[in-house]
């Protein structure tokens, strides 16, 4: 079965930029989506189709999906950005990630 | 605006059934597909299938398959997720949620409702 694989934690000083992987075989054939999802929360859609943004979400969300490999970068990360990230794709069935621990501190 | 409304908390037994349901408003409800996804507490989103709410067509996570059924009712905007033979590993929050992508080699979830916990203990 196919897998997306993002690493389980990361941790950015407010400001800085924060870049979450997601990574399987041919990715960048596919279309990747990303959400995030705070504590206690339904989660919430910040990039679909690789790189679009939805509205109402900053333009310091931006995305790209090239060779095995999708990011999310999050630049100027605030402290309203900490959450849990999903990338998400298609493979004869939706796939998720595994989910990226966002700690801005 | 558009808003997807899930009906409450659940306690189920094992071997039971639960249905769960989703009212939508704010949009057309045939006009997109419906997919349901649950997350264990703690753990990250799984996705269980999804329904075509024009055409009642579904299609079903491998994993669920012969235990989910998924349908709607037109009339009311409302779509529906049943899970059968509920063990205690089923116990999460599910959601249901709209595809925006109108495709079937690729999904984009852009609303998701507030989530229902079903709990399934003895």
């Known amino acids: 079965s196919y897998e997306l694989t993002q690493p389980p934690s990361l941790s950015v000083s407010p400001g800085q930029t924060a870049s979450i992987s997601c990574s399987a075989e041919?990715?960048?054939?596919?279309?990747v989506c990303w959400y995030q999802q705070k504590s206690g929360q339904s989660p919430v859609l910040v990039i679909y189709?690789?790189?679009k943004r939805p509205s109402g979400i900053p333009e310091r969300f931006s995305g790209s999906n090239s060779g095995n490999t999708a990011t999310l970068t999050i630049s100027g990360t605030q402290a309203m950005d900490e959450a849990d990230y999903y990338c998400?794709?298609?493979?004869?069935?939706?796939?998720f990630g595994g989910g990226t621990k966002l700690t801005v501190l | 605006q558009v808003q997807l409304v899930q009906s409450g908390a659940e306690v189920k037994k094992p071997g039971a059934s639960v249905k769960v349901s989703c009212k939508a408003s704010?949009?057309?409800?045939?006009?997109?597909?419906i997919n349901w996804v649950r997350q264990a507490s703690g753990q990250g989103l799984e996705w269980m299938g999804w329904?075509?709410?024009?055409?009642?067509?579904?299609g079903y996570e491998q994993k669920f398959q012969g235990r989910v059924t998924m349908t709607r009712n037109t009339s009311i905007g409302t779509a529906y997720m049943e899970l059968s033979s509920l063990r205690s590993e089923d116990t999460a929050v599910y959601y249901c949620v709209r595809d925006l992508s109108y495709s079937s080699s690729w999904k984009v979830f852009d609303y998701w409702g507030q989530g229902t916990l079903v709990t399934v203990s003895s």
């Open positions: 189709q690789d790189s």
């Open positions: 041919k990715l960048g054939h596919k279309y």
């Open positions: 329904m075509n709410a024009y055409s009642g067509d579904t």
């Open positions: 998400q794709a298609w493979d004869s069935g939706t796939v």
């Open positions: 704010g949009y057309t409800f045939t006009s997109f597909d």
